[in-house]
């Protein structure tokens, strides 16, 4: 009986292994580059006609930064990987915002939870709070699963260069917008 119990422990542990394995991969794969194309003109247009509003209540018009290059990372505070990327995407935020590039974060978490998250973890870029239109937007930028983190980059000309599903490493970030920037 003592060995039957061992083995049948091993077995599930070996199955939990195969499973998380495929999870880590799928994980892996789904965080690749998508097709920018993907992404309709319409959608880009709808991202700068919104107005959300920041985690003090204050409305602002994406419309402000039409014609930078626009990184959008969609995120939550209950995402580990995009409380991770966070301060790169706020240290590359300092280094090219000279160079016409503009960082902003859209929570689709509650304004509570976004207020006390900055308060703790303060970035150098503009966090709004997107409620059900900052889901609709995501949408309409391609993430038709909703899931987080989403990062899309849009050049000064409108079009889309980068649209990231799951962590984006600071060094790929950097390499984009080195030559997204000013164009």
């Not at 009986?1 to 599930?12: A, D, E, P, Q």
């Not at 700068?48 to 990184?71: C, E, I, R």
């Not at 260069?161 to 984009?176: C, H, K, T, V, Y």
Request: charged share 15%.
């Amino acid at each position: 009986m003592r060995r039957s119990s061992v083995f049948l422990v091993g077995v599930c542990a070996a199955i939990i292994g195969v499973l998380a394995g495929s999870r880590v991969g799928f994980l892996r794969s789904s965080a690749l580059p998508q097709s920018a194309t993907a992404v309709s003109a319409a959608g880009v247009a709808r991202l700068f006609a919104s107005h959300l509003n920041d985690p003090a209540g204050h409305p602002n018009s994406l419309l402000q930064w039409q014609g930078k290059t626009l990184v959008v990372n969609f995120w939550a505070t209950w995402c580990p990987p995009c409380r991770e990327e966070m301060p790169a995407f706020s240290r590359l935020q300092e280094r090219y915002a000279a160079q016409g590039v503009q960082f902003v974060g859209i929570a689709l978490d509650s304004v509570e939870n976004v207020r006390t998250y900055h308060a703790l973890s303060p970035v150098s870029y503009p966090l709004l709070i997107g409620g059900p239109e900052g889901g609709a937007l995501a949408r309409d930028l391609g993430n038709k699963s909703l899931s987080l983190p989403y990062t899309v980059v849009i050049n000064p000309q409108g079009e889309v260069r980068l649209m990231q599903m799951g962590a984006l490493a600071e060094s790929d970030l950097e390499r984009i917008l080195a030559r997204t920037a000013d164009r």
